[in-house]
């Protein structure tokens, strides 16, 4: 019988059993795959703390608190396991990619300047200085110097080695079918038999209503595949991350590398590449930076975000000692430190984090919250 047994082994589920690693409890961990096949582990890792929000609210605080963290934490990784996450406090630019998205970034920029005066707007020759001459001009660009990145590949490596070195147990390729609630504990069935725990935390991403099918969640999560490519080029030299507003992005990576993301496909939950996908990629990527055109492939892949309706995550305890942690959308590597320890201290503490309560499950959402 564990104590604690956590459904999902994506950075949200991690970062939960590594900072409930600190105790004496006996904790696991169980996936229906081997480490590494879904969205944690090809994610672009851009922490757009505010490069994602268009207004105040306790997601919004989580992101700001989430991304503050990432240096200390890489620090304490890179001791640990000896993987270095490449945190980079690099800055982003948002740019409009249409006309009729000048409005939207304009009032985007009016929030995040008002409370962080270092989030300027780009004249055509501060966006061309700043990129080297790099970046073609656009209708409107804005600055945003404190959103950071990191190389999410190794940051869930990382995470996988110190919950290695922890004594966490591991159960992968194992697929759960169901979730029992006994007289004082759960009843997990398996592929692999039965397992039991006091406490079950499901951190299934895009997969958690599949796997809570007998509770009916009043809100359902949704994948929302993403397409992204990574490319090399040895005489291109941009250092901030570059974030259109139809989505499309480029990630400057270690060395010469720069990760071009990412397609949203609504309830689509396949893996791979397609033609339309990549061409979307490289089309908006060499639009904006026409220099990418001369880059050589290297790699491309897909993942899928948990993706809810408002974008608002589902974060709560929905019968006694069964927990849901899922919902995070396009923003799963950022919000990962501060969930870990704060779902951790909800647990071990029996206290709810008060700004928790936004993310209730049976939360109702007005209209206005829809993008
Ligand atoms: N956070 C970027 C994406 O979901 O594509």
Not at 29 to 54: C, W
Not at 168 to 195: C, E, M, P, W
Not at 341 to 356: C, E, F, H, M, S
């Amino acid at each position: 019988m564990h104590d604690v047994l956590i459904i999902g082994s994506g950075v949200i589920g991690m970062s939960i059993a590594r900072h409930l690693s600190h105790t004496h409890l006996d904790i696991a961990i169980v996936d229906r795959d081997i480490p590494g096949k879904h969205a944690s582990y090809k994610a672009g890792g851009m922490l757009g703390a505010q490069n994602e929000f268009t207004e105040d609210s306790d997601l919004f605080r989580l992101a700001l608190e989430s991304r503050d963290l990432f240096p200390e934490l890489c620090q304490s990784l890179q001791d640990e396991t000896g993987i270095d996450i490449q945190y980079q406090a690099s800055g982003l630019i948002k740019i409009a990619n249409q006309p009729s998205d000048v409005d939207h970034l304009r009032a985007q920029y009016q929030f995040l300047h008002a409370l962080d005066h270092n989030v300027v707007a780009l004249s055509d020759n501060d966006l061309a200085d700043l990129t080297n001459g790099n970046v073609s001009a656009a209708d409107m660009a804005i600055y945003i110097p404190n959103d950071g990145q990191i190389n999410a590949n190794r940051y869930t490596k990382a995470l996988f080695k110190s919950l290695q070195q922890r004594h966490i147990t591991r159960y992968f390729n194992t697929d759960v079918t169901g979730i029992h609630r006994q007289n004082g504990y759960y009843q997990i069935a398996s592929s692999k038999g039965d397992l039991y725990a006091k406490k079950v935390i499901v951190a299934g991403g895009a997969w958690s209503s599949q796997l809570l099918k007998q509770y009916q969640l009043p809100r359902e999560v949704v994948g929302v595949k993403g397409e992204v490519l990574l490319v090399e080029h040895d005489d291109l030299h941009l250092d901030q991350t570059l974030f259109m507003t139809n989505g499309c992005y480029v990630v400057p990576k270690q060395p010469n590398r720069y990760l071009i993301g990412a397609t949203s496909e609504f309830d689509n939950y396949s893996v791979g590449n397609t033609t339309q996908g990549i061409s979307w990629l490289k089309h908006y990527a060499t639009a904006r930076i026409p220099e990418l055109a001369n880059a050589r492939v290297l790699k491309q892949w897909s993942g899928v975000r948990p993706y809810t309706e408002g974008e608002l995550p589902i974060m709560d305890q929905i019968d006694d000692g069964l927990y849901v942690i899922t919902g995070h959308y396009r923003n799963g590597i950022l919000l990962s430190p501060v969930i870990g320890r704060d779902i951790a201290n909800w647990l071990l503490t029996g206290v709810k984090p008060a700004q928790y309560e936004s993310f209730n499950v049976s939360r109702r959402l007005n209209h206005e919250m829809y993008h």
